[in-house]
T-cell receptor, first 113, second 115 residues
Framework: DQQVKQNSPSLSVQEGRISILNCDYTNSMFDYFLWYKKYPAEGPTFLISISSIKDKNEDGRFTVFLNKSAKHLSLHIVPSQPGDSAVYFCAASNAGNNRKLIWGLGTSLAVNP | ETGVTQSPTHLIKTRGQQVTLRCSSQSGHNTVSWYQQALGQGPQFIFQYYREEENGRGNFPPRFSGLQFPNYSSELNVNALELDDSALYLC??????????????FGSGTRLTVV
């Protein structure tokens, strides 16, 4: 049972445009959501997070939106750069499970020059 | 500050053997988690240690075991290796074991191949 779902295995965007990566979850107990970026042969790198008490968090070019009623979050990257090309993972956690991360399958983003 | 370092980076083992993977957590981090990432999948939680005590475990059999040391470094041990254990093993650390939450810092992983 996949509690965190990233339904788009891949996404391709043009440099300078917006990248939107989507994530859905099923467990209403999740209270913290994170996005990680992963390059081949490297571990995941923390990108941005959002608490369930917020609906938006912004950090530079990266913004995460949370819609609790729809159990949906999205990561917006504006403007997209070729260096953003990587696999993006959505992960969720809650205090009740000692903050272990439940991960989606990832979305491979390709930003074309 | 140093990040999370894992050793070895690559490892090939034979089915039935035992393996130990090592992790040095980031300075100041007392919570360490281990994840298994199979090809094309997201990481799967194996277990977590906080101040040398296991405080969370995923759906992995008992032949997956771990340790955390007083300096907060950690080991993952896998006995009786199976072909399906072939994966990237990730170690992650963070400060604090309670409700205060910070993003995990991940190591680059150990690529284990079981033949």
């Amino acid at each position: 049972d996949q509690q965190v779902k990233q339904n788009s295995p891949s996404l391709s965007v043009q440099e300078g445009r917006i990248s939107i990566l989507n994530c859905d979850y099923t467990n209403s107990m999740f209270d913290y959501f994170l996005w990680y970026k992963k390059y081949p042969a490297e571990g995941p790198t923390f990108l941005i997070s959002i608490s369930s008490i917020k609906d938006k968090n912004e950090d530079g070019r990266f913004t995460v939106f949370l819609n609790k009623s729809a159990k949906h979050l999205s990561l917006h990257i504006v403007p997209s750069q070729p260096g953003d090309s990587a696999v993006y993972f959505c992960a969720a956690s809650n205090a009740g499970n000692n903050r272990k991360l439940i991960w989606g399958l990832g979305t491979s983003l390709a930003v074309n020059p | 500050e140093t990040g999370v370092t894992q050793s070895p980076t690559h490892l090939i083992k034979t089915r039935g053997q035992q393996v130990t993977l090592r992790c040095s957590s980031q300075s100041g981090h007392n919570t360490v988690s281990w994840y298994q990432q199979a090809l094309g999948q997201g990481p799967q939680f194996i277990f977590q240690y906080y101040r040398e005590e296991e405080n969370g475990r995923g759906n992995f059999p008992p032949r997956f075991s771990g340790l955390q040391f007083p300096n907060y470094s950690s080991e993952l041990n896998v006995n009786a290796l199976e072909l399906d254990d072939s994966a990237l093993y990730l170690c992650a650390s963070r400060p604090g074991g309670g409700a205060t939450y910070y993003g995990y810092t991940f190591g680059s992983g150990t690529r284990l191949t079981v033949v």
